[in-house]
Antibody, heavy 118, light 107 residues
């Protein structure tokens, strides 16, 4: 059974940093693109970042470019999101997700809440 | 960047009604379009991918169609458990985009 478990969320002050982790199991992690998707309270889904199987390609939504970094460790079956220079508008539940083959996000973690506030 | 729009933003229908949600891409995306259902407080669930392929385990009352820029999600007979927000998402490139969502409830 595919499982994705996020961790690392919490309360952080504006301008601060946080590192999210996603532990994957139940599938060959190194064979799949992985994604981060977020959802602000009461709002819709927003794709944040993607990373290719070997980490050689990374893509970001414009609003986080230069501040967030997606990475992965295939030996540890783990996905990461390093978030720097956090803003109030980054407050959201952050989900990691895996596609059936690419963008068809068939498996999602339960999410981790990031709150940016002073 | 390709923008995704959805209409309507919300709808209310009776049990048994046929419900149609429209998703439009600002540029052609072939059939690289997925639909998700998100119930309140729950994780999004993939319903349809490749515009019209039903994900395993999804009831057959859900269907999708379209290609290029215009897509539809249809619920052939609305059930109480279908109360949710529905999102389309394009994945024709590694820059994914979700639509703003359509909230469906029971009249």
């Amino acid at each position: 059974e595919v499982q994705l478990v996020e961790s690392g969320g919490g309360l952080v002050q504006p301008g601060g940093s946080l590192r999210l982790s996603c532990a994957a199991s139940g599938f060959t992690f190194s064979s799949y693109w992985m994604s981060w998707v977020r959802q602000a309270p009461g709002k819709g889904l927003e794709w944040v970042a993607n990373i290719k199987q070997d980490g050689s390609e990374k893509y970001y939504v414009d609003s986080v470019k230069g501040r967030f970094t997606i990475s992965r460790d295939n030996a540890k079956n783990s996905l990461y999101l390093q978030m720097n220079s956090l803003r109030a508008e980054d407050t959201a539940v952050y989900y990691c997700a895996r596609g059936l083959w690419f963008g068809e996000l068939s498996n999602w973690g339960q999410g981790t809440l990031v709150t940016v506030s002073s | 960047d390709i923008q995704m729009t959805q209409s309507p933003s919300s709808l209310s229908a009776s049990v048994g009604d046929r419900v149609t949600i429209t998703c439009r891409a600002s540029q052609g995306i072939s059939n690289y379009l997925a639909w998700y259902q998100q119930k309140p407080g729950k994780v999004p669930k993939l319903l349809i991918y490749a515009a019209s392929t039903l994900q395993s385990g999804v009831p057959s009352r859900f269907s999708g169609s379209g290609s290029g820029t215009d897509f539809t999600l249809t619920i052939s007979s609305l059930q109480p458990e279908d109360v949710a927000t529905y999102y389309c998402q394009k994945y024709n490139s590694a820059l994914f985009t979700f639509g703003p969502g359509t909230k469906v409830d029971i009249k």
